[in-house]
């Protein structure tokens, strides 16, 4: 069986959503400090919901792929079912991740939920930060191997 789905080499041949939104209602950046990989989401959010998301992704495969599929999966949602996005649920839509390649979905559900964060921060709404954790306190991320 092939490593990677035929999903997977797609988003990554094809990446959807990538770029910059220059005048972003929320930008979240996210790394993984074992891979050294990055990634950058720009929301831009009218009503409540995300009218745009773009993406930057300096990092492997896997990684292109879940920023890719996860921009499509909340394009046009509200920002509450963008905050629901579990990286499972990223992983799942691509038909499977390697199971060392799953933390690479990961920066996808915190890069987004980092920009939603920087959108609520920037236009003083309140938030439960108990719905924010911050991604370092979470050892679990940086703990398998490559
Ligand atoms: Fe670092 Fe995939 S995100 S190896």
Known sequence: MALYSEKVMDHFTNPRNVGKIEDADGVGEVGNAKCGDIMKIYLKIENGVIADVKFNTFGCGSAIASSSMATELIKGKP???????????????????????????????????????DYYDKNGIAYDKADFPDPHDEEEHFTEED
Do not use: F, Q, W, Y
């Open 79 to 117: 920002i509450s079912e963008a905050l629901e996005l579990t990286n499972k649920a990223v992983a799942e839509a691509l038909d499977g991740l390697p199971a060392h390649k799953m933390h690479c979905s990961v920066l996808a559900e915190e890069a987004i939920r980092a920009a939603i964060k």
